[in-house]
């Protein structure tokens, strides 16, 4: 298993409600990436986070946001939550921000009702 | 951006045999291939991957091959065995100077004893 942990591991919130998800990186990793996983699908790019600065952004709209810590540890706050929310949300950490390898989180899945 | 796309999405195979999944990418840009291996209701786990100054890697009973002309990539398994069973993402990391790493939509590989 990788280093990477996630908070909490489930979470159930209902519509137009905010959310928080937490991932703690691998030790020595400064990049920080977040995934939607919706159910049968690949994950799906929301942002990265390079030395607590967003270095990139899927297509995903500003409802999705997040932050970066000095120990590098990130959060995902997602705003005026939406059925279609409702997925697993990983995070992946790396050591760098070109042609690193990512380990992944296990994920927090969120049921939005 | 990136697109990734991926075949079969389901691929059944006897154990011992070998399996194949393809995946074509559509930015030339791209320059490092991960391939995922999940289990039902776990983390997506790194197998192998490749850069573009590459042309085949192998660990083991895994193989990756990348043809960056035709840009598609492929992923071989042989002997397979049960443990293999699960779903398998190909990946691509495009060109921006972030790590977008986008996901193909996911094999789904059934190994029968």
């Known amino acids: 298993e990788t280093g990477v942990t996630q908070s909490p591991t489930h979470l159930i919130k209902t519509r137009g409600q905010q959310v928080t998800l937490r991932c703690s990186s691998q030790?020595?990793?400064?990049?920080v990436s977040w995934y939607q996983q919706a159910l049968g699908q690949g994950p799906q790019f929301i942002f990265q986070?390079?030395?607590?600065?967003?270095?990139g952004r899927g297509n995903f709209p500003p409802r999705f946001s997040g932050l970066q810590f000095p120990n590098y540890s990130s959060e995902l706050n997602v705003n005026a939550l939406e059925l279609d929310d409702s997925a697993l949300y990983l995070c992946?950490?790396?050591?760098?921000?070109?042609?690193?390898?990512?380990?992944f989180g296990p994920g927090t899945r969120l049921l939005v009702l | 951006g990136e697109n990734v796309e991926q075949h079969p999405s389901t691929l059944s195979v006897q154990e011992g045999d070998s399996a194949v999944i393809k995946c074509t990418y559509s930015?030339?840009?791209?320059?490092?291939f991960p391939w995922y291996k999940q289990e039902l209701g776990k983390r997506p786990q790194l197998i192998i991957d490749?850069?573009?100054?590459?042309g085949e890697k192998k660990d083991q009973r895994i193989a990756v091959t990348l043809n960056k002309t035709a840009k598609h990539f492929s992923l071989h398994i042989t002997e397979t065995q049960p443990e293999d069973s699960a779903v398998y993402f190909c990946?691509?990391?495009?060109?921006?100077?972030?790590?977008?790493?986008?996901f193909g939509t996911g094999t789904k590989l059934q190994v029968i004893p």
């Open positions: 992946a950490s790396s050591s760098g921000i070109l042609q690193e390898t990512q380990y």
């Open positions: 030790s020595g990793h400064n990049t």
């Open positions: 986070y390079y030395r607590e600065e967003e270095n």
């Open positions: 930015d030339s840009a791209s320059n490092y």
């Open positions: 490749i850069r573009s100054n590459v």
């Open positions: 990946a691509a990391t495009g060109s921006g100077g972030y790590q977008k790493v986008t």
